[in-house]
């Protein structure tokens, strides 16, 4: 998979994506994880993913009122070769009994 940046790409056929398509703050270290079990916390996570490299940040995101995980989250590694890895290797894993789906977060 490609990280783009936010340059401006050329793809065959003289298709041309500009900077309003590819945000500059797209980050390639930074994962989104999703279907999460509601009782995973940071820790659960953090230890999930910290085999493919090291990791800066996770981040379980809750309801503000009852502090109950909202099922997704996210992790930053410290490379974007760790995330790419990460990635592939957990995408549709089974994490406290459900299939967590992993992706490029887009941050915004």
């Known amino acids: ?12 056929r003289g298709i041309r994506f500009s900077r309003w398509i ?8 930074k994962l989104f994880v ?3 079990s ?3 916390n940071e820790p659960v996570l953090k230890n999930a993913f910290e085999r493919h490299g090291e990791i800066i940040e996770v981040k379980v995101i809750c309801h503000h009122v009852t502090g109950k995980s909202k099922g997704y989250g996210f992790v930053k590694f ?4 760790a ?4 990635l592939k290797e957990m995408d549709g894993l ?6 967590i789906r992993v ?5 915004g």
């Open 1 to 12: 998979m490609l990280c783009l940046t936010g340059e401006a790409v050329h793809i065959s």
């Open 22 to 29: 590819l945000p500059r703050h797209y980050s390639c270290s």
């Open 34 to 36: 999703g279907g999460l």
């Open 38 to 40: 509601y009782d995973t």
């Open 78 to 81: 410290t490379s974007e070769v």
């Open 83 to 86: 995330a790419s890895t990460a």
């Open 94 to 99: 089974l994490l406290e009994g459900r299939n």
């Open 103 to 107: 992706h490029y977060a887009h941050q």
